[in-house]
């Protein structure tokens, strides 16, 4: 075919990209593309020598092309296909078909253990070409090459793109200047790297100090688990890379996530953390200074590093061995930061989580994460993902057992994030992945994914045999010499560097570490907390010093006009014009105030005294009861779409920002994000709210292993708010109760608060405590239902001005206190019916004590309630929830503690039970009706 040919047909010249991209939409769904070009491709297709032709994504992803992207060469009529332009169109689907497949052929495995899978499409035989079509010049379409080159060129150029250290996975994307973005910089380069030779050798530098820390560990401290990294040392030289490119960039900070596998390298080699430091972990000489601590592969370490644009503050987070749940907490954390610095787009501020191929594959916190990436609300700029891939999960390397998808990195197809593997034997093509990787990052500002394939050369830890469960894989391991001595034979054979002088590079990195220093001079040290927001919660507070947290009536009445404020043209739903009507006399003092308003005077005072304010939840916009209302809507849509107003947002132009987001339905992800939030962020109010208490049983891992725990293991400190409705209604099993027991068998140590406001002023003021007060610890509150709209559960506007939280609350009615027999201790939504109960049947015999702080207890109140009721003979914990759920076991200890030799305790409660609660609303009824009337029967 001669070149006046090619660019007299319609096929090719400038046609050829807009030709390429119509025949992708085709492959896709043929009823994609205009009639006359489906009849010109369905001709073509019947017409090409037999040959079954299906370039369809292998995992079904749309690849539907946005044409208006494209120059689109005005057509009117397309001729007849002659032979010749039959073989330019298999040129192109040649070209499609290695874009999508070529990563089958791919050199990925270092072990050899994976073979190349057979794709016909990519058999240029499988066209009908012969070998004297070889040496035919045909148009390249969009491959980054000539523009006219013979067909064996073609073919060379896509085999050294797509089928050598380097596969990718790209072609699932929808955009197309994404995807011409990544063939440019792949085709351009044939993806093979060019670096200089001093940048060769200090790619071995990094592979030294990688593969020398573990060979020293395992020397020294033989048999001692540290979840080793042979077998992965490119990650050390992948993450240098990365931190230096993102400098040079502008990024200012990093915030890192991963779990044990390779962590005590990255501590050392990449943050820089002191090896003398970490053999007193191993030898256990380590300074024991928190009240559990946590084991060496599981801590975190801040540090800063020197680049080119500048020190760069690198944070690793810790994490438990629960692999996975770092994801989101290291995404809130990213936020909170990029929040801090006004980093809009995530220029500033980048996230990086290396994983593990069968947890990435494995655990569904990973799907909750990447969901959340492209959102308004939890969205970081990007996260660059590593995945440690050792081909095997503890002992599972079956693909046949590990997992249902061809490759452990398919999950991220479905935010079509592009996906690189890389051999981790060639540190080069690793590191060339790796800029790639960032720079797709920091221009479209979405994940992408490195998959480093690599081996794992010890057991799961130091102390497992392998080969019991791995014996062929093992039997190779055992023979390769190391990604670092591959490196060094190449660079040798190059003459980069000679074997002394690599045998120099590994003996002074051996020296380092029996003087226990870290050889990495561009590390800089600094005290992370000290030089922080967290500075000023570092010194001891106790948990009830006494806070002012009222403010003054005037103030109030001037927030509560600002929150009912609504722009003139905006048409209210009638409910929620109601609500507005109300709120204004709710603040001019005329109707009492509710808990939607009260709630919302606590954010606009804080926002107006500095503090932002940060609330998530499902419907947490207009809350789950129709009670916030912080997000209103205007009910007249144009054209333009739906209007909201958000009156938190207006309170004063110098206030601090105001953020309510309904999530995705997700629990762990989106708790785990805001707890890396509050770590980071400790002068705003953090708020996670649960749709009902009972879902926040999804996100158990978060509480246990952070909220609960963090403190104590690693002296992380956080001020996240959880607010979990809580109430028996006869709504079910899975809407009354958010699981009060758990939490209250997690306190100790003063590490969380468990507290269930009964009024609306007291929700006031424990909202402004949490931030005023110079203590940072997580609230749970086990937030009203049913009460937000009681008559009963209301509260003047003096209320919020002059009072505080109290943890106890008193009897309210005037009883003669010689004469009470019987103190009912309760909490929440059952003192209402209680005390209804009491007056319907005029008790005047028995108070009533909330307690509305179950932890830390407030002993001092409650102990001054018991001895204003010395002739009291009882002392009756009564509780919506069965005895073996619900505050019950977790509060008799205290309640006795302060009872009088002569008083007895006893409850009032329902039956312990399975289930939560009941499904059937009659014998809800009766039983709730069974425990108010238990209360007040006599006992003894």
Known sequence: MNSSKIDQSVLYGENAAFIEALYDNYLHDPYSVAPIWRDYFDTMQADQASVEVNLQPSNGASVAVDETTEESPKIVDVAPIESDDRKQVAVLQLINAYRYHGLSQAKLDPLGLVQPVDVPELDPVHYGFTEADLDKVFNSGSLVCPEHATLRDILQILRDTYCNSIGTEYMHISSVEQKRWIQARLEGQRSTPNYSDEYKRHILE????AEGLERYLHSRYVGQKRFSGEGNESLIPLLDGLIQRAGASGVQQIVMGMAHRARLNVLVNT?????????????????????????????GFSSAIQTQGGVMRLALAFNPSHLEIVNPVVEGSARARQHVLKDLVGDKVMPILIHGDAAFAGQGVVMETLNLSQTRGFGTGGTVHIIINNQIGFTTSDTRDSRSTFYCTDVAKMIEAPIFHVNGDDPEAVLMVGELAFDFRMRFHKDVVIDLVCFRRQGHNEQDEPMVTQPRMYQIINKHPGTMRLYIDKLVAASIISKEDADAMIEAYRTAMDAGTNPNKSVHYYDHKATSAWAPFLKPVKWNKSIKTGISLATLKKLAKRLTDVPADFKLHSRVEKIMTDRRAMGEGKLLVDWGMAENLAYASLLQEGHGVRLTGQDSGRGTFFHRHAVIRDQVVTDQGERIYVPLCHIDPQQADFVVIDSMLSEEAVLGFEYGYATTQPNELVIWEAQFGDFVNGAQVVIDQFIASGEAKWGRLCGLVMMLPHGYEGMGPEHSSARLERFLQLCADYNIQICIPSTPAQMFHVLRRQVIRPLRKPLIIMSPKSMLRLKESTSRLEDLAQGQFYPVISEVDDLDAKKIRRIIVCSGKIYYELINYRKEKNITNMVIIRLEQLYPFPHQEFQAEIDRYKNAKEVIWCQEEPGNQGAWHRIQHYLLRH?????????????????????????????????IEAAFRDKI
């Open 899 to 931: 009872m009088w030799p002569n008083q007895i305790l006893d409850y009032a409660l329902r039956v312990s039970a399975a289930s939560p609660a009941v499904g059937y609303a009659a014998r809800h009824k009766f039983t709730q009706n069974e425990l």
């Open 271 to 299: 943050l820089g953390k002191m090896p003398a430091n970490l053999f007193q972990e191993f030898e256990g000489t380590q300074p024991h200074d928190l009240p559990s601590g946590d084991v060496k592969y599981h801590l």
């Open 206 to 209: 990094r592979l030294v100090a």
